[in-house]
Structure formats: structure tokens, C-alpha cells
């Protein structure tokens, strides 16, 4: 299979390899974007990721953190009282069969889900327990476990306050409830954070839900038929989302989210069969990941160091608080936008709490993390940012290593599922960008056009940049968008929590009741 | 008290084979009323780009109207016409499914179909509609050739 791949791509790269002059040309054209776009994003990079004076810890993973406490507390542990029931929402236990036919809550669960689910899982778990150590899984668990109450939040009120045209379709998110919202309860300044929120969420569509995945669409196909210039993987993939999102093939689009969900499923068969596999290691494996929780053994940053990485990557891949599932999520037509919210919470427990966990339980159980054997702490790499790993692998590698000592084979498989995850994350976010794109300038065919094609440029500079910068650039634009819409939501819970109350009611009451399929 | 036939319409000719079946039949009876219902085949559980969902009311409002045009209201016109007592529904959903659950809401005493024109691969691994229906109804079905 790999002599086939590798001819494949040498017969792909032939052309471009015919003139060493060229490719060295192409090589540098990679290196000056690079250069300006790390010039150009630092100072924005450098304030979203400050740490607490006198601590290593950046501020903006505490405000996450304790905004998904607070919804945790506020709600009294919606996410553990109403798991049963979000289940037997999307299993359309309680969807009324005269409205079969619209976005079902399934539907709009599993398109979410393809907008998170992807590298964040597969790369970023790697990165986190690469320099967190496995303790860092369980600062994971617990960010995705309260994180489920600030996408609960988020959600209900992304269903309530959105716009619905007089031509049927829907437009909605976090700009929608700030505008509406505060207008509704009389508090000023709804229409700035509106604004605000818009602006991150073009950055962070940009960065996180662009850049960064046709980067490491790149990597991995360079992994496996050798490396060569990123703007020709970036011209390749803004080629393919410019036929979908301006040339409006579909049938792309639809393919992908097909193949999408079982890449998935698959992704997490392997990850259990490979755990099954060394069934003798899962309590050492677990032992590593409390003890690591709490002393860091031996990590750079000890147990802070962990904690700042799960945490960090937790937000990063469920998205919690962020409001981009909350654009997502409108789409529904439910008489009851609670419903919406219910559903929602199980995404960063799928996300999270079930995939997230799985690759790192993976990357552990076949220790690919190096032990000292006298101390029985992590080695750190040469660097001593970062623990030592066989063959010095690190994100997507890391996870590729990981699973291919148990099945040779994975990595392929692997490579194609994370072109795929890219490619869907790519297509969903465009959307979030549009929606934020027209609440900005309006709704109309050029201004979406534009937005759109500035899209497709930044796949090209996404997959010509290092993954430092990339990264970097994603993550703040992404947690950017937390921190206005994180705000924003600390006024409009109550608006929730009546909301909770009353469904609650009604649902214990009988009013709300299952109906016969 | 009136017998209620149930016609499932696919948008073929052999939908017109099951209308004249059902009108023979009604005859035949006496007091009868027939329910015309075309199901437009979808189910909850498939994969979608945020943009189909944003679009998706419209979408379904469009495929309901198109339905109700182009079959079901012709055909309701043609059998009220001939004399019939005759009602119309859309829905959407599984199609074996849906017309069971409706013809049971309803109160229909049986159902009257076309036989099924599913293909080859499909067909094989799923059944037809027309199979399905045969087999989970929970009125008598008759299948007309």
C-alpha cells in the first residue's frame, strides 16, 4: 500500500519537482508567508494567551473554565440531570411526526458534531498530552464535562433569539442573542458585542476553522508522499471548498458528511480495539492519568502544566462557550429552543469526554510517551518543553505513531480521515463566517461572494504557513470569540433558566410527553 | 358506518393502477371514503451541511407544495369528480412507515398500492417500500401489478 501511495504522489510531484530552481522558489514563497503572518498576528496572539501576572497560566483558559462552572452551578448540573433526555431528543422520541421533514434534532447534532469533531481531537489531544503528560487527559474530561452546560447556554439561546425569513430559511448564533437578547431585557450595548463577536468569529473561521486544518491537511498528505510546497495542497483544497461553498456542488459537500460520521465511528472502534488489546495496561494507564492530574509527573509546568494543556485543548476541540455550535444549532425548528440546548450538551461529551479521551488513552496505552525508569516520571525532550517521545513525534504524528504500532495500517487510514475531518470542519465553518460575514454587512449574493473567496485565500496561506504561527493565530481567534460571547451569556442565563424551569415543569407535569412512532 | 381506503401514491403509473383499484373497490362497498396520501421518502437520521439545515424549511415547505400539485390535488379533483368522498395528505418519512402510521390515525381499514419500482442494489439490500409495507401494516395491504 505505501509503495502505491508513494508512486502515486512522486507521479503527482514529477512535474513539479522538474526544476529544482522552482521548487526552491516555491520553498521560499512558503517561508515569506510564513514570516509576514507571524509578524502580522503576534500582537493579537500575545494578548489573548496573557498569562496571569506572576503565573503561567493564560486568563483566557480560567474565563472559560469558570464560565462553564458557573452554567454548571446556575443549572444545577443540567448536563448530568437531562443526559437521558437530550438522548431520547435525538432519537426523536419526542418529535412530532407532522413536522417530519424539518432539520431533526439528530441532524443538527451530527452537523455540529462534523464542525468540531477533526484535528482538535486527533492533533490537539496529541499536543496536549505531548507536553501536558497524560494528566492532562483529565483536565480534558473535566473541561469537556462542564463544558456541556456553557454549550447548553449557548445553544437554547442561539434557537430563541434567531431570525427566521419570510423565504423559510434561518440565519442565528451569539450575534443574533446579543443584539435581540439585550434589547429584550433592556441592557445596553448588545449591538457592540454583536459586532465584536462577528469579528472574532471571521478571524476564528479563518484561523481555526481554515487555516489550521488545511495546514494539517497538508502535513498529512506530505507525511505519506513526501514533502513539498503547502500552497499546492492549499490551492488544491481552496479549489475544491470554492466549487462547494461559490459553485455550490453538493455533491462534495454531501459525500464528505456522509463519510464524515463513519470515519468517526471507526476512528473510535480502533481506538477501543487497540485498548482492548492491552486491556493489562488500562488501570496503569488510568494510574498515569490521575497521578499526572495532579503532579504532573515530571512535566514541564507540573501539574499547572496539565491542567493549562487539557483545559486549552478541551476548549479548543468541543468549542464550549465559543458560540459557533450556537450558529449551528438554529437551524432547528423547534417550538421549544430548550430542546436544542438539551441536545447540545451531548456534543462536547462526544467530543470530549468520549473521542478526545480515546487518542489519549491510545497515545498512553502504547506508551509512546518516554519513561525514566529510575524515577518513573516523563523524559523531557532535548528542548525540555515537551515530553520525549519514540521517534520525537508530536501532534497528528503523535496519534499516527500511536495507533500504527497496533495496526501498520492506521496511518493511512488515519491520513485520509483527517483530510476528511479538515474538509468538513472547513465547510462548516465557512458558514459560521458567512453568518457572522452578513450580520456585518448584510445578506446579499456579491457581499457573500466576497467573504467566500477570501476564504479560499486563506486555504492557501493556511497550508503554505508553519504550524506554530497557525496554531497560535487559530486558537486565539477561536478563544476571541469566548470571550465576548462568554460575556454575553452571563446576561442572558436567566432568560435560560426560565426556560429550564418551565420545560421542566411541563415535562414532569405530562404536557410534554413522548409520542407514538 | 364509512369504510376509509387508503391510497399510497408514488408519483408512477402504478399509482393510477391502485387508484382504479381502490375506486372498483369503493365501489363495490358503498359507503366509502379514500384517502390519498403521497409520503416524500426522508428520515431524521441522515448527514447535513449547516447550509441544507438552514435551508431545510424552506426546502420541505417546497417539496409538500410540489407533491400536493403535482399529485396528490389531481388526484383528490379526479376521484371527487368521479363521485368519490376523497381527502389528500403529505407527509414526510419512511414510506412504509408513514403510510401505516396515517391509515391507522386515521382510522382506514386498509391500504391500496402500486407495486414498487425500487431497483436492483437497493432493493436487494433494503426490500421495496411495497415489501416493507406488506409485512409491518397493520391493515390488510393490497398490492396492485
New interface residues.
Partial sequence: MMSIQNKLGLAALAALAASPAAAQEAVGLDDKINQAFADFTGPFVSFIFAPFPGTGFPWIVGWLVVAATVFTLYFAFVQLRFFSHAISLVK?DY?D??D?????????L??AL??TVGLGNIAGVAVAVGIGGPGATFWMIVAGLLGMASKFTECTLGVKYRNEYE?????GGPMYYMSKGFNELGLPGGKILAVLFSIFCILGALGGGNMFQANQAHQQIAGIVGDYPGWITGLVFAGIVFAVIVGGL?SI??VT??V??FMGVMYVAAALVIILMNADQIGWAFGQIFAGAFTGLGVAGGMVGALIQGFRRAAFSNEAGVGSAA??HS???TKEPITEGFVSLLEPFIDTVVICTMTALVIIITQQLIVDPETGNYMLNEAGNAIATVDGNTGVSLTSAAFGSAFSWFPFILAIAVVLFAFSTM??WS??GLKAWTYLFGEGHTKELVFKVIFCIFVVIGAAANLGPVIDFSDAAIFAMAVVNVFALYFLMKVVRQELASYAERLKSGEIRKFE? | MTTKIVIGLDGTETGERAIAFAKDLAGRIGECELLVVYV?E?S???????????????R??E??ELATSRIIAPAVEALKAAGFEAQGIV???DVAE?LN?ITVENGGSQIVVGRASADGFKKRLFGSSTQNLVMHADVPVTVVN
Avoid at chain 1, 100 to 108: I, K
Fill in positions: 426523536g418529535s411526526p407532522n417530519a421533514g424539518e432539520v431533526s434534532h439528530f441532524q443538527a451530527a452537523t462534523s464542525g423565504d423559510g430559511t434561518v440565519s453538493k459537500a454531501r458528511e456522509k464524515v460520521p450558529i449551528a437551524a432547528v425548528r465547510i462548516s458558514y459560521y412512532h | 416524500i426522508w431524521p437520521f441522515t448527514f447535513q451541511t449547516p447550509e441544507e439545515n438552514a435551508m431545510r424549511h424552506k420541505r415547505e417539496e409538500v407527509r414526510h418519512g408513514t402510521t
